[in-house]
């Protein structure tokens, strides 16, 4: 079965700074794996997917992220935070077979001016 | 045009009661999903439906049902609600290959 993990609950960050929000799977065969951001009662925003191709992912407002197949890592990046960006951001996984989508338990990201 | 929308946005309602929150989708997706938000943020899928037949059931109560009459809509009715039952419902939906989910604003279910 695919899992998602965040190992962290929140990622403190200056503004202008780099972030990074963690983000590690686990699935049977080829992985399709997505980062959404939640903002306070809102729905879920999709920032990026990786499917296949270029293991350097380039989403909305800047952000990226880097797929790491022996590392089953799939790693959020921002060079330079913005307080805007602070957040709920989930990272899910759905198995190439499957179209259940599982989503990590959510990494707060809060940046501080 | 709002892509995938949810109604009612809010929703207070007495245990016991049943209620229905509907979903629609225009982006022409074959695939829809339910999805549960508790309040611990944690996401968790509870029912898909691609082309109006169900594919994916999780271990949900049977006072759950949902229904799907056409691939554009797929809507959630709850009987007995409970007091555990509070939490953000979402609607998604996606296409078949790979795709990623778009997903509703969402639904808040306060049972009380």
């Known amino acids: 079965a695919q899992s998602v993990a965040q190992p962290e609950d929140q990622v403190n960050v200056a503004e202008g700074n780099p972030l990074t929000v963690k983000c590690t799977y686990s699935?049977?065969?080829?992985?399709?794996l997505f980062w959404y951001v939640q903002y306070p009662n809102r729905g879920l925003q999709f920032l990026l997917k990786y499917i296949t191709g270029d293991n350097l992912v380039k989403g909305s407002y800047g952000f990226e992220a880097e797929f790491n197949k022996s590392q089953t890592s799939f790693h959020l990046k921002k060079p330079s935070a913005l307080v805007s960006d602070s957040a709920l951001y989930f990272c899910?996984?759905?198995?190439?077979?499957?179209?259940?989508?599982?989503f990590g338990t959510g990494t707060r990201l809060l940046v501080s001016p | 045009d709002t892509a995938v929308s949810q109604t009612p946005k809010y929703l207070v309602t007495q245990m016991g009661n049943d209620k229905s929150i509907k979903c629609e989708q225009n982006l022409g997706h074959d695939t829809m999903y339910w999805y549960k938000q508790d309040s611990k943020k944690f996401l968790k899928i509870m029912f898909s439906?691609?082309?109006?037949?169900?594919?994916i059931n999780e271990t949900v109560p049977n006072r759950f049902s949902p229904k799907s009459p056409d691939k554009a809509h797929l809507n959630l009715h709850i009987n007995s609600l409970e007091l555990g039952d509070s939490a953000v419902y979402f609607c998604a939906s996606s296409q078949s290959g790979g795709g990623g989910y778009t997903f509703g604003s969402g639904t808040r279910l306060t049972v009380v």
């Open positions: 699935v049977s065969g080829n992985p399709y």
């Open positions: 439906y691609n082309n109006k037949e169900l594919i």
């Open positions: 899910a996984v759905r198995d190439e077979g499957f179209q259940k989508l599982v």
